[in-house]
C-alpha cells in the first residue's frame, strides 16, 4: 500500500522559512515523479511545484525564486524548501505522486500560515 505523509509544515512571519516533507513507502520512489500542491481556504489545489524521477523541476510563477523541491531517493522523501514566505502562501500543502489515468496517490498535508 502506498503513503505519502508530509511533515514541517507550522506557523511562521511573513520572511520566514520552512521546509516540508515528504515520506513515501510502499512505491519505487526513485522512478517516480512527484509534486507538492496547496489548497488555501476557498480556492482550488494548485500546484507550487514538481520534480521529475530525473530531477528535473518546474514551479508555479508564484513561487520561483522562492521555493526549492528536491529529493533524496535513498530516503524516499521529498522535500519542498520554502523561504521568503507570503501570507499569501498560506494554505494545506499536499505531496503527490502521479500515476497514469487516475488521481495519484497523495499525502494527507500539512498545514502551513504565514502571518503578516
Known amino acids: 500500500q502506498v503513503q505519502l505523509v508530509e511533515s514541517g509544515g507550522g506557523l511562521v512571519q511573513a520572511g520566514g522559512s520552512l521546509r516540508l516533507s515528504c515520506a513515501a513507502s510502499?512505491?519505487?520512489?526513485?522512478?517516480?515523479?512527484m509534486g507538492w500542491y496547496r489548497q488555501a481556504p476557498g480556492k482550488q489545489r494548485e500546484l507550487v511545484a514538481s520534480?521529475?524521477?530525473?530531477?528535473?523541476?518546474n514551479y508555479a510563477d508564484s513561487v520561483k525564486g522562492r521555493f526549492t523541491i528536491f529529493r533524496d531517493n535513498a530516503k524516499n522523501t521529498a522535500y519542498l524548501q520554502m523561504n521568503s514566505l507570503k501570507p499569501e502562501d498560506t494554505a494545506v500543502y499536499y505531496c503527490?505522486?502521479?500515476?497514469?489515468?487516475?488521481?495519484?496517490?497523495w499525502g494527507q498535508g500539512t498545514q502551513v500560515t504565514v502571518s503578516s
Open positions: 510502499g512505491i519505487i520512489f526513485r522512478g517516480n515523479a
Open positions: 503527490n505522486i502521479p500515476v497514469a489515468n487516475g488521481p495519484g496517490y
Open positions: 520534480i521529475t524521477s530525473g530531477a528535473g523541476t
